[in-house]
């Protein structure tokens, strides 16, 4: 079992919609959660990060992290075509490295 | 500078030579990380160095692959007897205090390497 996974999607939305996106992950001493934006031909841009179980809202961003389910999720509202990019969930396991999950592609339609 | 620099930006070579590639990390992050990402893949973890400790070397895929950081800052990464298969874009990231789990990593630009 993967220690961070992702659909690879892509997962397609109309613009002004909400995208939901989802990670789980295996390792329950995790704390730390990161989802990070790639636009293609560009490195990760770190856009969330969360460490408590609940919701978490930054703007058009709400990133959501269920500790006992394992997963966290990411609702982007009011989609954006320039929003359309890979979206990587990551986080700190419990010996301190960085992992991430293999990036889900958003792709926003006008 | 304000950001993580990698160079060079683009790298090209036969296959069966060396390679060099650099990473100058914020200012003031002690925790430095390279990554691997294969057209299309996600991020592979290669190796990070946290202060003075010893580099945590877990992710290297073989021993062609090495990597030093001196004097806490500045960090090579090295490919030895390059191959096809190592044609990827090389990340590498910097945060503060490793020990510190909330502190979120930021990402160079990355160098593009094609191997021939």
């Known amino acids: 079992q993967k220690e961070v996974e992702q659909n690879s999607g892509p997962l397609s939305v109309p613009e002004g919609a909400i995208a939901s996106l989802n990670c789980t992950y295996s390792?329950?001493?995790?704390?730390?959660f990161f989802w990070y934006r790639q636009y293609s031909g560009k490195s990760p841009e770190l856009i969330m990060s969360i460490y408590s179980n609940g919701d978490k809202e930054d703007g058009r961003f709400t990133a959501q992290l269920n500790k006992a389910s394992q997963y966290v999720s990411l609702l982007i509202r009011d989609s954006q075509p320039s929003d359309s990019a890979t979206y990587l969930c990551?986080?700190?396991?419990?010996?301190?490295?960085?992992?991430f999950g293999q990036g889900t592609e958003l792709s926003v339609k006008p | 500078g304000a950001g993580v620099s990698q160079s060079p930006s683009n790298k090209v070579t036969e296959k069966g030579k060396d390679v060099e590639l650099r990473c100058d990390p914020i200012s003031g992050h002690t925790a430095l990380y390279w990554y691997r990402q294969s057209l299309g893949q996600g991020l592979e973890f290669l190796i990070y160095f946290q202060g003075n400790s010893a580099p945590d070397k877990s992710g290297l895929p073989s021993d062609r692959f090495s990597a030093e950081r001196t004097g806490g800052s500045v960090s090579t990464l090295t490919i030895q007897r390059t191959q096809q298969e190592d044609s990827a874009v090389y990340l590498c990231?910097?945060?503060?205090?490793?020990?510190?789990?909330?502190?979120?990593?930021?990402f160079g630009d990355g160098t593009r390497l094609s191997i021939l």
């Open positions: 990551a986080l700190k396991n419990q010996g301190g490295k960085l992992i």
């Open positions: 390792d329950r001493g995790s704390q730390s």
């Open positions: 990231a910097s945060s503060f205090k490793q020990g510190s789990l909330n502190q979120p990593q930021h």
